[in-house]
């Protein structure tokens, strides 16, 4: 009787653990996927601002204020 109530206790535990791992596997993944997006939008915006060259935002939103 003892001796499966250990196994028991222990087949919860080990079912415990894999929720955990399962979860973490989850986790992981997502952040991984996160990183890579963020990736590709930093490679994206440094292509659209190398095609840009030395056209500067603040310049332009100044002369579009003061045209007013």
């Known amino acids: ?16 653990l894999e929720v955990f791992r399962k979860r973490t596997e989850i986790l992981t993944g997502a952040k991984l996927r996160e990183v ?7 490679a994206v915006q440094d292509s659209i601002r190398s095609k840009t060259g ?8 100044r002369k579009w204020r003061e045209a007013r």
């Open 1 to 16: 009787m003892v001796c499966m109530k250990a196994a028991a206790e222990i087949q919860k535990k080990m079912d415990d």
């Open 36 to 42: 890579e997006k963020i990736n590709s939008a930093i």
């Open 54 to 61: 030395r056209w500067g935002g603040s310049k332009e939103i």
